[in-house]
């Protein structure tokens, strides 16, 4: 059957500001936005738009649909009889119709320096029980879409805000047995525009199409921060 | 990019949230309490008049455990619950882009303080 759909477009060489257009696509109960997207570039190759898997792994295709941070590979036009508008990314600057500057994200990513952190040298692997394991798993199912921070009001307010999925990973290492990087960490979570910034409005963990529950991280992250600031006040040295 | 030399202040915030959540405990559990006892049992009958005579609740706040059932009620139905409402209003005004800043916030822990102050000394005196 044929369906509408409406693309915000902008091209900053020749538009003012961006501006919708409705294109006509073939559509079964197969076809994903994404699908749907890759129809319309054939009609007018101009369309640009990020993807890479199709199959919610690279996490390249992020786009609002009727104003819902979505991926396009994993969102179906079968759900949207009454139609939809695909728009970019909330809370990021638009390069080109659907694509935005992810940079100030990877920047917030960075920061928290998500990657094992451990100096113990040697040849042995770093055994891991199950239960270590459970700790941190479910946050480790981040892809860096993004959705969160289109989610996020109060990054919407504060682009300063490390926002959902670095502060996640943040503790995702934070929580791991192999990794030694905590301290260093630390501070980014307990800065204004760490952890405290966010209100646990948990719309991140609703888009999230990982099901990282990046809410529930940083709420543990404050709980975290908390403890940190109580032992900063009892150390002597204050060295924290 | 952060190359891990400059590190961030530390937030205050730790210590209004800790307040928050206990009032939010309070909130939840004592306020719905002594709603129900004071405000609907005992106006209905279901709680004799003898339970809250002048003397019994006397002895009660200012005399059991040395008075700290007093402190205790008056820091768990007054001081925490303000500190929980005035934090989400903080926050409230924040979101709504009203008013952020440390005016906001002195004017709304501080009113907290002062109240749960008054409280705290209409209990001790």
């Not at chain 1, 504060?158 to 926002?163: A, I, K, S, Y």
């Not at chain 2, 959540?21 to 279901?46: E, K, N, R």
């Not at chain 2, 002895?59 to 619950?81: N, Q, R, S, Y």
Request: proline fraction near 6%; glycine fraction near 8%.
């Amino acid at each position: 059957m044929t369906q509408t759909i409406v693309i915000a477009r902008y091209n900053p060489e020749q538009d003012e500001k961006p501006h919708h257009e409705a294109y006509q696509v073939q559509s079964d109960d197969n076809t994903s936005v994404l699908d749907a997207l890759q129809q319309v570039q054939q009609q007018d190759p101009g369309l640009s738009f990020r993807w890479s898997c199709r199959m919610a792994i690279c996490g390249s295709c992020g786009v609002m649909v009727n104003g819902v941070p979505k991926l396009g590979c994993q969102t179906f036009l079968r759900d949207y009889p009454a139609g939809l508008v695909i728009t970019p990314l909330s809370n990021f600057a638009v390069e080109k119709d659907l694509i935005v500057n992810m940079e100030p994200f990877l920047e917030h990513l960075s920061a928290i320096k998500p990657w094992l952190i451990n100096t113990a040298e040697g040849t042995q692997p770093h055994v891991q029980t199950p239960k270590q394991l459970a700790k941190y798993q479910q946050f480790a199912n981040c892809i860096n879409c993004g959705l969160c921070y289109s989610a996020c009001p109060q990054f919407g307010l504060n682009p300063e805000f490390r926002g959902p999925a670095a502060l996640a990973l943040a503790h995702r290492y934070n929580l791991d047995s192999r990794d030694q990087g905590k301290a260093q960490r630390m501070p980014e979570l307990n800065a204004k525009n760490g952890v405290w910034t966010c209100t646990f409005v948990g719309f991140c963990s609703e888009v999230c199409p990982k099901k990282v529950d990046p809410a529930a991280a940083i709420n543990q992250g404050k709980v975290e921060s908390a403890k940190d600031m109580i032992v900063s006040v009892l150390k002597p040295s204050g060295a924290r | 990019m952060n190359n891990g030399t400059k590190q961030p202040k530390r937030s205050d915030e730790p210590i209004w949230w800790a307040l928050f959540s206990a009032g939010g405990v309070c909130f939840a559990v004592v306020i719905p309490g002594s709603l129900l006892s004071l405000a609907v049992l005992y106006p209905l009958g279901l709680i004799s008049a003898e339970m809250l005579s002048y003397e019994r609740v006397h002895h009660m706040v200012f005399e059991a455990f040395f008075g700290l059932g007093g402190l205790a009620f008056v820091g768990a139905a007054i001081c925490l619950p303000l500190f929980h409402a005035v934090h989400r209003i903080h926050h409230g005004l924040h979101d709504l882009q009203w008013a952020h800043g440390p005016v906001a916030k002195v004017i709304c822990y501080g009113a907290a303080i002062l109240l749960s102050a008054i409280a705290l000394g209409l209990w001790f005196f």
